[in-house]
């Protein structure tokens, strides 16, 4: 008979093993969450200001974010890899495995920051004249993007950091770093875009500009703590040289997030084409929604981020009933929060729009924009979540089928057929379809996934025995 390990010499479990679920999942999402809130609100201060130079600087912003998108999609696709594969070793107790990992994800940032400046380079100018060709939009879009592509570093590096924090359960740090980077943005905004204290005023590139040092204080943030406080990963200069294999673990487990995004971008591209075949207007609209669906949409990505170490680490160890709790509830959080947006954007949507020197043409368009697309709402919060999981338990491809059914088959059509009706209401209805489409997939996704992991523990078991 087996015996116990004295308590003064037996390994500390995990809270992620052990904790109470909806403590862990409260304590790990949280931090996440408002930090994410406190990125939400400075997009969307940040169109707020440029809204006051002009409707064409914000629709020349609005029309720049399908590249902005990509870069995002990029660094989180390496992000979410990096958290999941890392908290995975870490239920394994595979320390040295975890801390490869994470240097890993560093090497992949800095590579893909190389690729952003390029195209912050040679092609922002050529991207923005496929959408349009009023010359004045043309030029705002153009100088606040270069800007954004040619100091994206700060973007990797922060994300990044704050993925491996996560992957150890310290997400109260990821809530300092954001929240830094987020209120430096906030703060520098109306100085660099409208010359206060001394400063020039430098219009679009202003606020181009206070976003990139935000990102940049924000990643030196997250760098220095991971140095200082994460005891579970340690970041070793060694472990930079090139390893394809764990490269491609990274890759394998993140390009379904990466891919997600980016399918994103090429729908807002095509989408806004569709609208500025209205107007220009609607293209403004269509950028305002974006900002303010992000006060909506982000605390359900950063619960996610709180859930996923989670599920990934009781993955390793093995521990189907926790993975299944984790998941109910972070899908019942994620339904009431989508919910409370849906109120707001249904009796608000006037209110929100005047936030953005709204035109009484932009406020006609808007307001039924705002309240036909939010029917979704609630269902997309089921279908995030669900895509969380299937990612954390490594059947990353399914979310990614699911994301590409959604965008291209089914609300890219659904917009380009309803625009054919000459009425610009209808176009909206493209987002509920396109949602019921991607609920009917992940139930089937999830239920196959499910049915695997099950299969899988059991063999576990019975080679134990």
């Known amino acids: ?92 107790k595979d320390q040295p495995g975890a801390e490869r990992i994470a240097m890993q994800g560093m090497l992949m940032a800095v590579l893909s920051f190389l690729i952003f400046l390029l195209l912050g380079l040679f092609a922002v100018r050529p991207f923005m004249m496929s959408q349009t060709d009023i010359g004045e939009i043309v030029e705002y879009g153009a100088e606040y993007l270069r800007i954004c592509c040619c100091c994206s570093i700060g973007v990797f590096i922060q994300i990044i950091n704050e993925r491996i924090l996560q992957s150890t359960g310290r997400t109260l740090c990821t809530m300092f770093t954001q929240g830094t980077g987020a209120i430096i943005n906030i703060i520098l905004d109306p100085i ?58 990274i890759l394998f487990i993140g390009f379904p997030s990466m891919a997600m995004m980016a399918i994103s971008s090429v729908m807002i591209f095509f989408l806004n084409r569709i609208l500025l075949g209205f107007s220009a207007t609607a293209a403004a609209v269509f950028g305002v929604y974006f900002k303010l669906q992000s006060f909506v949409f982000m605390p359900i990505f950063g619960m996610n981020n709180g859930m996923v170490p989670i599920i990934g680490y009781n993955y390793g160890a093995g521990n189907l009933e926790r993975i299944n709790k984790t ?58 979540v669900t895509s969380s999981l299937l990612q954390a338990l490594g059947r990353s491809m ?21 625009s054919l009706s000459g009425n610009l209401d209808l176009v909206w209805l493209a987002y509920p379809i396109s949602e019921l489409v991607s609920l009917l997939f992940c139930l089937l996704f999830r239920a196959r996934t499910m049915r695997g992991v099950n299969q899988e523990f059991l063999q576990r078991q019975g080679a134990a025995v």
């Not at 479990?13 to 790990?28: A, D, F, K, W, Y």
């Not at 005891?231 to 491609?248: A, E, W």
């Not at 399914?398 to 309803?418: E, N, T, V």
Request: proline share 5%.
């Open 398 to 418: 399914y979310s990614l089928y699911s994301s590409i059914l959604r965008q291209l088959g089914a609300l890219l059509p659904a917009a380009w057929l309803l």
């Open 327 to 384: 998941y109910r509830l972070a899908v019942l959080y994620a339904i009431g929060i989508m919910c409370l947006g849906l109120l707001l954007f249904q009796l608000e949507a006037d209110w929100l729009l005047t936030l953005f020197e709204a035109s009484p043409e932009m406020l006609a368009m808007g307001v039924p924009a705002l309240r036909i697309i939010s029917v979704h709402f609630p269902l997309a919060g089921f279908c995030i």
């Open 1 to 92: 008979m087996s015996q116990k390990m004295p308590a003064a010499g037996r390994p500390q479990e995990n809270r992620m093993g052990s904790m109470p679920i909806p403590r862990l999942l409260i304590s790990m999402a949280a931090p996440i969450m408002i930090s994410m809130m406190i990125q939400a609100l400075y997009n969307v201060v940040d169109s707020f200001f440029v809204a006051k130079i002009s409707e064409n600087a914000l629709t020349g912003v609005s029309l720049a974010f399908p590249v902005q998108n990509l870069m995002m999609s990029v660094a989180l696709g390496i992000g979410v890899g990096v958290n999941a594969l890392c908290s995975r070793s870490l239920g394994e």
């Open 192 to 249: 660099f875009i409208f010359g206060l204290f001394g400063c020039p005023a430098m219009g679009v590139r202003g606020a181009a500009v206070a976003t990139v040092i935000g990102q940049c204080c924000a990643a030196l943030f997250a760098l220095i703590l991971n140095l200082t406080l994460n005891k579970d990963l340690r970041l070793r200069v060694g472990n930079l040289l090139p390893r394809l294999r764990i490269m491609g673990r």
